[in-house]
C-alpha cells in the first residue's frame, strides 16, 4: 500500500542553499478537509507531519493520520501515535549496553544461521561518551587530564567494545571521552535545523538514551529521552509508540527580573509544573514572554523537563531559533533554509494566546521568580535564596520520619570553627556541572565575574570544599578563556577538570578520607551544591545527605561561604582581605553592564566552529592507545569481567509475561518517590556487597571494582546490585537503610539479591510494590532489567515515571496501579503475605483491570483491584515475546533479507593494557 496523503500533502519547496526538496505539508492537510491541524499544539504539528510522511497503510495507517490531525485537548486517551524519528543519540551509560544487547541479537542471528549485517541502524547515530568520568583530581591545572587518564584505564574494556561497535554497525559517529555531554554537543552542533532523506525535507526529531536529551526541545527539535530498551527499536527504525498526549499550555508574560538567572527560572517552572502534575504530558511555551527568553534559557527550561514530570517542554522555532544558530557557528545558508521550512510548514514561531487548543493552560509570569535553590532531596523543592537557612535548620531538627534529618541542635556556625571539623550544613562538594547550565553562557559567565570580584576582594576557599568546573563543551572553556575568567575560577579552586557529566550523575569523586570518617562517625549532615539537575539521595556521594542545586554562580558563592545555613541575601559570605570588611553576595554579583559585556565577547560564532570543525579523537590524546577488533561479530572474551554477553535472549526470558502469577511473594514493599537511583544499581561497588563479593571471588583486587557504571556489560554485577542504594528504605525491614530484606516464610533478614536467588530455586514467583511516583530519576535500563532478571514478575504502584514504566513493559515486566487511595500500608502489608495477580491473559488490553489476592496466614484472602498500566497495543506485543529485545529478534526472524556471507571473529588488534 501507499501513502493515501501523498497526492494532498506532498509539495516542492525550494530552499535557500538546498535547492528544490519536497515536503509533506501538514497545513495541506487542513486545506483539504482532512482536520484543522492550525489548532493544534505545534509540537503536534511536526508530530502529526512523521506520522503522515511515514503513513504506508501496514506500519502507519490513514486512520491514525486522521485521529491525530483531529486531536481533542481533552479526550479519553486510547489511541497510539506511531512516532518514527529522524535521528537517535546514545549517551555512553545506556548506549553501550545497548550496543551490547544489539549485538547479542546478532548473535542469536548467526546462531540461526541468519546474516547478521541485517543487524543494523536504520537512522543516523550520534554517541558521545559523556557518562563516564569521574572528580578524582581537582583544583589544579593538571586535573584534567589526570582525570581523562584514569578514566580511559577504568574503562578500558568498555571503550574497546565502542570501537569495535563504530566499524561493525553503518551510521553511527562517536564523540569520544573529553569531547563534550550528548545534550549540550546537540545543542550547539548536532542538532541540523531540519532534515533531509531521498529528495524530502522534514523536521528535526529524535530520541536518545538519556532522560534529558528534551533539553533539544528548547531549540524546536522535538525530541526525548527512552531508554536503551525503547532505542533499540528507534535504532532498527521502529517507530516510537506513545499514546496520544495532553498537551499543557504554558502561557509565558513579563520579563526577568536583573539578577535572576535561567537556573531561578528552570527552578521555579519546575516546581510550578510538577505540582500542576504535568507527568507523562506534552507541554508546550507559548505567548508574547516566549520571545523574551533566549535560547540557551529556553534549553535550560526544556532540560529539566523530566523534573517536572513532563515528556518535553517545547518551545517552537522562531527567530530565537535562527538568532543562536548563527550564533553557534551554523552557516547563513541552513539558517534560511530553517526558517522558510518550518514556515512553510506551520510550525514557526510560539503560538498567541487563545490561537491554539490546549488540554489546560497554566501561566507562567517571569517578573516573579525570584533566587532560589532546589533541595535537600528533589529538583521540585524550590527554597527562596533568603529562606535557606531557616529551611536547613528546620529540617535538621525534623524527624526523619517527616522527611528531616533528626538532629537535636542547629548546625554551629562555619565560620567560627576550626576549618578542618565539619558541621551539619557545611559544604563540602561545590560543582559547576551538568548541560542544565553550563550550555547556558549567562550563568557561565556570572559564575566567572563572581569569581573574579571575589579574587579581587581577597576571599578564600575553605580547604574542605571540593570545588570542580565539569563544562559540557570544549566551547565554555573557549569564551571563559577568551574573557579571562577562567583564571579567577582557577583560583578559587574551579579548575576544568573535564567535559563530562561528573557531578551532575553522581561521578563526584572521593572527598577527603578524614572528613568522610567525621561525616559518618558523627551524623553530619554535609552539603553539595552543584548546578546541576538532580539531588536525590546519595546521588551525589554517598557520605552526603543534602544537596542543593543552584546556578552556577551561585554555587561558587556557597563555596566560598562554606555552608548553606547562611542567608546570602541578608549575612556576609566572607570577608576582605586586608580591610576585614565583611562581604555580601551583592558585593560579588555582575550588573546587568558586565555580563553584557561578557556575553557580547562570547557570542562569537568562530568559537564554535573551531571546536566543531576539529577532530574529536584529539579531543582525549588517551583514546588512541585502545585496540580495536574487527569483524561484524564481537569477540566475547569469557575471563571478563567488563564485558559479557547480555542474557536477555536466554530461552527463559523469551517467553510471554502476559500470564497470571500465582503464589507470589514480595520482594521488597517501598514508599513514594522511590527513584531509578535507589532501584538501579548506581555508585561504588563495596567490598562487603553482593557484587563485591562476586568480583573478588572471581579474582578481582577490591582497588579494582570500580563502580556500577563501567560494570553495566556484566549482568552478573549489575543484578546484584539492583535494590542496593544505600539510602533504599524497604518497609518490609523498618529502620533499615540499603538493599536489605526478608526472606519468607522464615523472615530471615538478607540482601535483596541472596533472597531474589533463594526465591528462584524455590520456584516462587516475585512482585515489588510501591507508592507514588515510583522510578523518578534517569532512564537507568538497569532499573527495570535488574528488576526482571531477580525474577521480579510485577511492580504495583500508586503511579509511575514515564521512562521507567515503558523500560518495565522493555523487559517483560508488568506495571500494575494501585486504585486511588489504596497501597501496601493502607492495607496494613508486612511482606509475609502471598499474592496471586489474576485476570491477564495473552487477550489482555491496555488499562485493563486486574485482582491483587491477599492471602495472610490469620485470615480469609482479601481480593483488590488493581490496573494493567500497559498502555499501548504494541507494548503487549512486546509482552508476548517476554520483552522488546526478544520481541527485535523474532522481527528480524520473521523478515531475513540477504546479506554477505559473516566474517570469522577477528582477535583484538594491539595488546591489553593492565
Known sequence: MTNPFDTIARQPIDLPGKGRLDFYSVPALEANGVGAVSRLPVVLRVVLESVLRHCDGRTITADQVRALANWKPNAVRTEEVPFTVGRLALNCAAGIPLLGDVTAIRGAMNRLGLPVENVQPEVHVDMALDHTLTVDYYGNASALLRNMELDIERNYERYRFVK????????????????????????????????????????DTMVATDSHTCMIAGLGTVGWGVGGIEAQAALLGLPNYFLTPDVVGVHVTGALRDGVTATDLVLHVTEMLREAKVVGKFVEFFGEGVGRLSLPDRATISNMAPEYGAT???????????????????????????????????????????????????????????PCVAGPKRPQDRVPLGALAREFTGLLERPAAEGGYGRSKAPADAKSRDAHTVADGDVVIAAITSCTNTSNPSVMLAAGLVAKKAVELGLKMRPSVKTSLTPGSRVVSKYLEATGLQDYLDELGFAVVGYSCATCVGASGPIDSALEEEINENGTVACAVLSGNRNFEARIHPAVRASFLASPPLVVAFALAGTVNIDLTHEPLGHAAGTGEPVYLSDIWPTQEELAQALATAADPAFYRDIYDSDFESSNPYWAEIPQATGSLYPWEPESEYLKEPPFLDDDLRVSTLAEIRGARSLVILGDSVTTDHISPIGTIGIRTPAGKYLAAHGVAPGAFNNYGARRMNHEVMIRGAFANVRLRNLMVPGIEGGMTLHQPDREQMTVFDAAMRYREEQVPLIVMAGEEYGTGSARDWAAKGTRLLGVRAVIASSFERIHRSNLVGMGVLPCQWPEGVNAQTLGLTGAERFDILGIDDTAAPGQPLRLVIARDDREPETVPIMLRVDTPIEFDYLREGGLIPFVLKKLIDKPRPAPAREKISAFAGSQRG
Open 164 to 203: 569495535w561497535a563504530m566499524q561493525a554497525y553503518d551510521g553511527i559517529r562517536l564523540f569520544p571521552p573529553g569531547a563534550g555531554i550528548l545534550h549540550q554537543l546537540n545543542l550547539e552542533f548536532l542538532a541540523p535545523g531540519f532534515l533531509t532523506r531521498d529528495g524530502v525535507a522534514f523536521p
Open 312 to 370: 518535553i517542554g517545547y518551545f517552537p522555532v522562531d527567530e530565537q531559533t535562527c538568532r543562536y544558530l548563527r550564533q553557534t557557528g551554523r552557516d547563513e545558508a541552513t539558517v534560511a533554509a530553517t526558517e522558510k521550512f518550518y514556515r512553510a510548514q506551520g510550525c514557526f514561531g510560539a503560538a498567541e494566546a487563545g490561537s491554539v487548543e490546549y488540554s489546560r493552560v497554566v501561566d507562567l509570569d517571569l517578573t516573579r521568580v525570584e
